[in-house]
């Protein structure tokens, strides 16, 4: 795994050297106070409490799904319980009923 790639220079004078450690920890200090001045400027509250509203919200329309896939489960148990013998003929009525506007949002 590369993370990436440092460079060393030696130089002959300690002077040289501590000027270059000198800039480097100036670097450093700059980024560092960059990146804190970021990480300041998120209000952390707000964004935990979007996050928690986001939940929320995708929770309910699970809990909506799961149920109406509950509610058919239910049905088909209990239409194949009452009408066990004759499930195709109840089938084949149904269908035809579908076809009759009669009680339906069709008509």
Known sequence: MRIGTAYLVLKTKATDMVAGLN????????????????LDSINFKVAGAAALAFGGIVAV????????????????????????????????????LDCIPIGTNKS
């Open 61 to 96: 329309g699970i809990k909506k799904a799961i149920d109406a896939a509950s509610d058919l489960e239910e049905t088909t148990s209990k239409f194949n319980v009452v009408f066990q013998g004759m499930r195709n003929e109840a089938n084949k009525w149904a269908n035809e």
């Open 23 to 38: 800039k480097a920890k100036t670097n450093v200090n700059g980024s560092v106070g960059y990146m804190q001045k970021r």
